[in-house]
């Protein structure tokens, strides 16, 4: 330890106290990091509702899913069929353990794991084993190497915008004949965007199990400061971006808040708003040949009022910011998605109100997606398992009310949306309409890709101030190459 | 035998890959397309030839001639490795950068060069701090002590870090809103700063980070370096009444050329594979400002099933690192031969 050191070289004690200032100060840093991981953590969660995480745990996570697998195979042992289960949602096995109970659940991970323990409580001779649980970003990476390696799950969770590149590949089960068989399921009780969102080329491939789209948050109490609310209370909703930017003049004139926020930068939440922008106006971001038309005159106006509202926010603002910005009462409305419904009822500490997406030109509509269960083809070739699979679709079936109470996301079907098991859940009369109003992204192949390129080009127009022009054409460009 | 497996065979593989049209979801369609994938990545419509383009990179690029011309006068360099310096610097900086698209044109592949770029900014602004750093510290480390034995053990302790706890640390820390280092801006009266949203800030950011999470690797490789050194060579120097600075120029720097070749050859080898900080903190943005190759890679091959095409790219930045690391060796290893 010493005797090679040479002492001299370094005899001045100011080297080393800087460095130990410096450690000091990252130490704080971690441990402050560290503390806070969890919570990181659980948000990352929420926000990989709509946004990828890790890569780095990919690898492993894959391994894990294979091992599972493996256990299962061997667990298999009794009479029970064993159904490996992907999905994301998060990882609550522990906190929900041996509850049945639905309506114990707070979060989207507790109300699927509380389904998934309900049906193994059941005796049924199927046991559901969850493979997975990560983030989505991620998840696809593990389903599309589990698609190339063989280690399949039997059912799985699947988007509406990511479906036509597995089912166009031939990769899932056609479910028509077991839907029409079934008993339980009624594929006619579907909300018409449900239907289009599980079929490609008059196909079904997925049973969906709620729209999810974009919402606006408001804090009643600023709308009413600055005087945009009506005689019972509720905010105004604009007719026109005119209107709408009017509200903001008046709601930065009457209060210290910013009027408008969202994540304008993680994870394409403005493309969004420009989706459901330009399909108001009865424009679409593809032609009837699938190739991408973002550059329209629709187009442009949409980024325009996009560009308009970045004005009246804080375009640094990202998911997390703006979300925490607008519970601490510091922003008006707040542009974000379904899934966070029965949070902010429980956390805002103002008057809340979720609405629907205000229509500001000719027709209603506004950006949505679906969670759907998906059979991959090669783990359901046995009778047996696929029978057992299709069972498990229908336990699924049944508890879409459930997972539209736990959630906030909206329930596919026309019987569960009239009828009164969702009467007494909070907001979800405010924003009935976007049931049907919802905007499903083109089913075309290789969306992902363009979609991020399209995300990217908007974006570019209020981070770093690019040519609304230019970016539509870039990205015109760029998605037409993600979609080959 | 074991490293035939499993280092040389994927090699092998990835070249092969990248002359066919290969999906990822279904393997068993592939198609022999040649040398499309390299045109894909490398070519595209209405490109022109310019002297001016990026003219301040390619000329710092062709002054990269003069350290050839010097290690030739020197004898560190043989006539053919000088000739080969010379026209490959000249075919990538004076031929080869002044290609790009005219009015009209675009890259075939629009993301592939950009990417690559950022890469290489990446490379370049990284290696020489993370290495500096790592040496500076080394040496202020390199003696005895308890605390000293202390502090050796914190630098390190980062780099065990996984990227992803890596980067929920720096999310949090940075966030202009929420994080530490937008209130510390804030208690001096400052607006906080985006780190990662701006596009001329979030580059140096992640280097930054990179630094605080591997420079620890660096410094402990120093340190043995450091500790291979002879101390009588120092007591020496000393009694010949040779200074600091000295003492580190003439018996320091070349006791340690070895090391600071390795840790060169290994951090750019490293810069060049970033992906994992990027991808999660920023995923490429603001603007792609920050899209690297590898997370191109990594798009096209699982976001986008393109296998075929996503290993041709890995065989270019294979063989641009295999071709910068040959240069380090040439450069640096001089001595040896």
């Known amino acids: 330890m010493t005797s090679s050191y040479n002492p001299k070289t370094t005899n001045s004690p100011w080297p080393l106290l800087l460095m130990l200032l410096a450690v000091l100060s990252l130490v704080a840093a971690a441990c402050g990091g560290d503390d806070d991981s969890d919570d990181a953590a659980s948000e990352e969660t929420e926000a990989a509702e709509e946004a990828g995480a890790e890569a780095e745990a990919e690898a492993e996570e894959a391994e894990e899913a294979a091992d599972s697998e493996e256990e299962m195979a061997d667990e298999g042992s009794g009479d029970d069929i064993v159904l490996a289960f992907a999905r994301f949602f998060g990882d609550c096995e522990e906190d929900v353990a041996g509850v049945t109970d639905v309506n114990q659940a707070t979060t989207e991970c507790e109300v699927i794991q509380i389904i998934e323990n309900a049906f193994n409580a059941e005796d049924n001779g199927i046991r559901v084993e969850k493979i997975g649980g990560q983030a989505w970003g991620d998840y696809y990476t593990q389903l599309t190497t589990a698609f190339a390696g063989g280690e399949l799950p039997n059912v799985g969770v699947m988007h509406q915008h990511r479906l036509p590149d597995f089912a166009g590949r031939g990769l899932l089960m056609p479910l028509d004949d077991a839907f029409a068989n079934s008993s339980v399921i009624d594929f006619d009780d579907y909300t018409a965007p449900a239907q289009a969102a599980a079929q490609l080329d008059g196909t079904t491939y997925a049973l969906p199990f709620d729209i999810h789209a974009s919402l606006w948050h408001v804090n009643v109490d600023l709308f009413e400061a600055a005087g945009l609310t009506d005689g019972d209370g509720n905010p105004i909703a604009a007719t026109s971006p005119e209107e709408l930017i009017e509200q903001c003049e008046a709601i930065e004139a009457a209060t210290e808040a910013q009027c408008f926020g969202h994540d304008w930068f993680e994870f394409g939440v403005g493309a969004r708003l420009f989706l459901g922008l330009v399909q108001q106006q009865g424009g679409s971001l593809t032609d009837d040949s699938g190739a991408a038309t973002p550059n329209t005159p629709e187009g442009q106006e949409a980024l325009a009022v996009l560009n308009g509202l970045a004005e009246y926010s804080d375009v640094t603002q990202g998911y997390t910011d703006s979300q925490s910005a607008f519970l601490n009462g510091d922003i008006a409305i707040l542009h974000n998605g379904t899934w966070v419904v029965d949070q902010y009822s429980r956390e805002a500490g103002f008057n809340y109100v979720a609405t629907n997406v205000p229509t500001l030109y000719n027709s209603p509509s506004v950006w949505g997606d679906s969670h759907m269960w998906v059979l991959p083809m090669a783990s359901n070739e046995d009778p047996a398992v696929s029978a057992a699979s299709v069972a498990f679709l229908e336990y699924l079936y049944e508890n879409i009310p459930g997972w539209a109470k736990g959630t906030g996301h909206i329930a596919p079907r026309a019987s569960v949306l009239g009828g009164d098991e969702l009467a007494d859940a909070p907001q979800r009369a405010n924003y009935a309409d976007t049931a049907s109003s919802a905007g499903l992204v083109p089913s075309v192949e290789g969306w992902a890709g363009a979609w991020d390129a399209l995300a990217e080009e908007v974006n570019a127009t209020w981070i770093t101030g690019k040519d609304q022009d230019t970016a539509l054409a870039d990205a015109e460009a760029r998605m037409n190459d993600a979609l080959g | ?337």
């Open chain 2, 1 to 337: 035998m074991v490293y035939l497996i499993f280092i040389l065979y994927p090699v092998i593989q990835a070249v092969w890959m990248g002359f066919y049209e290969r999906d990822l979801l279904s393997l068993d369609r592939q198609e022999f397309i040649g040398v499309d994938n390299y045109v894909e990545m490398f070519w595209g419509d209405g490109l022109v030839w310019k002297a001016g383009t990026m003219w301040p990179w390619r000329i710092i690029g062709l002054l990269g001639i003069i350290p050839a011309v010097v290690a030739f006068r020197r004898g560190r360099l043989r006539a053919g490795s000088l000739v080969a310096i010379i026209i490959g610097l000249i075919a990538v900086f004076g031929v080869i950068m002044g290609i790009h698209p005219g009015e009209g044109g675009r890259w075939n592949d629009s993301q592939f060069w950009p990417s690559f770029g950022n890469t290489l900014v990446f490379v370049i602004m990284s290696t020489p701090v993370i290495v500096g750093v790592g040496l500076a510290m080394a040496l202020a480390l390199n003696r005895p002590g308890r605390l000293v034995g202390v502090l050796r053990t914190l630098f390190f302790a980062p780099y065990v870090l996984s990227v992803s706890v890596l980067t929920l640390i720096w999310a949090f820390l940075l966030s202009p809103q929420l994080g530490l280092i937008g209130a510390f801006w804030r208690s001096i009266g400052l607006e906080p700063v985006s780190w990662l949203t701006d596009p001329s800030l979030a580059m140096p950011t992640i280097v930054a980070l990179t630094l605080w999470w591997t420079v620890g690797f660096n410094v402990v490789l120093f340190l043995a370096g450091l500790q291979d050194i002879d101390e009588s060579q120092y007591e020496a120097a000393s009694l010949d009444g040779a200074n600091g600075w000295q003492r580190f120029r003439h018996i320091t720097v070349p006791g340690l050329r070895r090391t600071l070749l390795l840790i060169t050859v290994l951090q750019i080898i490293a810069s060049f594979q970033i992906f994992g900080q990027v991808f999660i903190l920023t995923r490429g943005g603001p603007n792609g400002a920050t899209r690297v190759s590898i997370q191109h890679i990594y798009e096209a091959a699982f976001r986008d099933a393109q296998l075929g095409y996503a290993s041709a790219m890995s065989v270019f930045l294979f063989v641009v690192m295999v071709g910068v690391s040959a240069l380090q060796f040439n450069f640096m290893g001089g001595d040896n031969r």
